[in-house]
């Protein structure tokens, strides 16, 4: 699911959402997908009422992307994992075996190659159960070449008996890919990926590599490290257009009043539209 356009250019402005997924379907005679999105905000019942207030928000454009599962070389140059996993409030997440490399191991652990380093690795995921109805963002505090640690984060609180309650698995859906790639593909779509290093409160824009001439493309992301243990936090973007986006962190205000978010944390973004430009073969 896409990261939704949604307020201005700070953090007061800004509205932290979770979008979540239940139902998903998959019909056995035409391989067609259905399933139900619905976006929450932090449950005020667990928030000081002080300074929280929650927001109705009306239906917003998302955009979403089916992949089948499995690891996938684009253009003999790409790693993309596409596969799915259990975790709870922390977990570890092994990329799947049956890769077969150089030394022709069919059990070998999939992995990236050395040529991509650790930090130009990029996640984007969705939690694709419901077992614990209410807002749940998704985190990664840490990439490597064969595994991902992976966070579900609840909204702040100021109960601690609130955190207690998401010890049962929920069910992610991640896509693990190389950033800094831009491909315009000859199949119809076109995408690109980046990582920011440094993202904090402070708005920041991000000019795309590739042309979308079809209008304002879809941009996937979250953080993928956890450098503030303390405060709940995911990426925003707003002021989408055809040539660029802004991004900036969205803390909660459930705990404390102010949501400025100083800690440096890495971001990693996919930019994804149709095209009917001319390209090369990507699948």
């Not at 976006?39 to 927001?55: A, E, G, K, L, Q």
């Not at 977990?91 to 190659?113: H, L, Q």
């Not at 890919?177 to 409160?201: D, K, N, R």
């Amino acid at each position: 699911m896409s990261l939704p356009d949604i307020g201005g250019n700070s953090t007061d402005s800004g509205i932290p959402t979770a979008i979540r997924l239940r139902n998903i379907e998959t019909n056995p005679s035409t391989g067609q997908v259905g399933f139900e999105a619905r976006m929450y905000v932090p449950n005020d019942t667990f928030c000081s009422s002080t300074w929280y207030t929650p927001v109705h928000i009306d239906s917003l454009p998302i955009t979403f992307l089916v992949a089948e599962k499995g690891v996938f070389q684009l253009r003999d140059e790409f790693t993309f994992v596409v596969w799915d996993d259990k975790i709870n409030r922390t977990t570890a997440i092994f990329f799947p075996t049956g890769c077969i490399y150089e030394w022709n191991n069919p059990v070998d652990r999939c992995r990236f190659n050395t040529s991509v380093l650790v930090s130009e690795i990029g996640v984007m995921a969705n939690i694709q159960t419901l077992v614990h109805d209410t807002y749940l963002l998704l985190r990664v505090a840490r990439t490597q070449r064969a595994r991902i640690q992976m966070i579900l984060t609840p909204h702040d609180s100021l109960d601690p008996s609130y955190f207690a309650t998401f010890g049962e698995f929920e069910t992610v859906g991640y896509v693990a890919f190389p950033t800094g790639m831009a491909l315009v593909c000859i199949e119809g779509v076109q995408f690109e990926t980046a990582s920011f290093p440094s993202i904090t409160s402070d708005p920041f824009e991000f000019t795309y590599q590739n042309t979308y001439e079809l209008g304002i493309p879809a941009v996937f992301g979250m953080l993928v490290t956890q450098n503030s243990l303390t405060d709940s936090t995911a990426v925003r973007v707003f002021a989408r257009t055809e040539t660029s986006s802004f991004a900036i962190t969205q803390e909660d205000q459930c705990a404390e009043e102010q949501v400025v978010h100083t800690t440096p944390e890495r971001a990693t973004l996919f930019v994804f539209s149709f095209t009917t430009s001319p390209g090369v073969f990507c699948f």
